[in-house]
């Protein structure tokens, strides 16, 4: 026997027609069987009508009517006989979750409200009201969606986004799409299977910089034609070369730092040999005693010159302080940037998540004559 989680996956599509009557003849009655067009898809956890009337608005309070699977054991969904409900005759699965609208039986609605439906749920539901010999067969499928969330993460070629979806039944297909809703090539997508039957998926792709950096996950389920999907868009510096940023400021830093030490060094020896130059001139015309006081006065004069150079070198280092402060700037402003991105991304996530959520609405065929009830 096939598992009732994965029926869902297994299960014809019915006709397109609106509604098909086959006609029974039982010896000399007549019972009438009405399939929906198109099965009811609902979600996890929702409250749902599944529809059934008479052929004709009478009274169906005291009237035997029944609700059944013909795959379960007991069968009955809901059972009313005389008024009463026998819970005691109703499968497990479904105490307490199904009930009868006491004003619409006046009317001949008989529609079953199923609550809280589970993903057993699906499968296909019989209407019987055995005095009317009228049978209504409705087809149920439950599924579970959710919208998708982007992940952003910074490569050396280009910009890696990658599109996870929780909490999914049956198991969905993932897309990538440019602005232009044409599909980009991305990688596998990668399937975790819960505890509770429901499917993680999640997909990446790298991108990089385009005309229009707007680029949309989606997420859709054909058997129950569900689609869900979330749009991001990158701002242009967020596809620009990081490392190589930091690496041209470290190199300019380093450049600056060598250019100024060698002109230092320069002036420096240019200096010291003039001097060298002028002394042995004149000591050749100086007696001992004038040499002695010459010397002393150069030593003065050279540690006074070297206290200079000491201070432009301290120069030098604050410049070189200044450059990296500006770095650390630039990191800072990065990083702010990168928060305000999130934002805008929580904030397109939770715009898409109240446009694109639209509350489904079930058409209930209604077969009826009388004009005075009211459904």
């Known amino acids: 026997m096939i598992p009732m989680k ?38 996890v956890g929702d409250d749902i009508t599944l529809p059934c009337h008479l052929e004709t608005a009478v009274d169906a309070t005291d009237l035997t009517v029944e609700w059944a699977r013909p795959d379960l054991e007991p069968r009955f969904v809901y059972l009313r006989r005389d008024g009463v409900e026998l819970q005691l005759e109703e499968h497990p699965l479904y105490m307490g979750r199904t009930s009868l609208s006491t004003n619409k039986l006046k009317c001949g609605d008989i529609s079953l409200k199923l609550s809280k439906v589970k993903l057993s749920d699906t499968g296909t539901y019989k209407c019987l009201v055995p005095k009317s010999g009228t049978e209504f067969v409705v087809e149920l499928t439950v599924g579970s969606f959710s919208s998708p969330d982007i992940k952003i ?8 986004l990658q599109c ?9 297909e993932l897309l990538w799409l440019d602005s232009e809703g044409k599909l980009l090539s991305a990688g596998p997508t990668e399937t975790v299977r819960g505890p509770d039957d429901l499917y993680t998926v999640s997909i990446r792709v790298t991108v990089e910089k385009r005309h229009s950096n707007s680029f949309t996950c989606r997420v859709q389920q054909k058997n129950t034609n569900q689609t869900r999907e979330t749009t991001i868009h990158l701002p242009d510096y967020f596809f620009m070369d990081q490392s190589n940023s930091a690496v041209r400021i470290t190199i300019c830093l380093a450049v600056c730092f060598m250019s100024v030490m060698a002109v230092f060094v320069l002036w420096k020896c240019g200096q ?31 540690d006074e010159e070297l206290q200079k150079k000491e201070g432009d070198l301290k120069h030098v280092q604050q410049v070189i302080t200044i450059l990296t402060n500006q770095k650390k700037d630039l990191e800072n402003q990065r990083q702010k940037l990168n928060s305000l991105l999130d934002e805008d991304k929580t904030r397109i996530e939770k ?25």
């Open 6 to 43: 994965d029926r869902l996956l297994l299960k014809p599509q019915l006709s397109v027609f609106s509604a098909l009557v086959l006609l029974l003849h039982s010896g000399g009655g007549q019972s009438q069987v009405m399939v929906t067009s198109q099965p009811i898809i609902a979600q």
């Open 153 to 160: 993460s910074k490569v050396s070629n280009g910009v890696v």
């Open 164 to 172: 996870v979806s929780k909490g999914w039944y049956p198991q969905p």
């Open 272 to 302: 010291h040999q003039i001097e060298t130059t002028n002394g042995s001139t004149e000591l050749q015309h100086l007696t001992e005693g004038d040499k002695m006081i010459q010397l002393d006065m150069k030593e003065e004069k050279l």
């Open 351 to 375: 715009n898409n998540n109240k446009l694109k959520e639209i509350p489904k609405t079930d058409k209930i065929p209604y077969w009826s004559d009388a004009k005075h009830c009211k459904a």
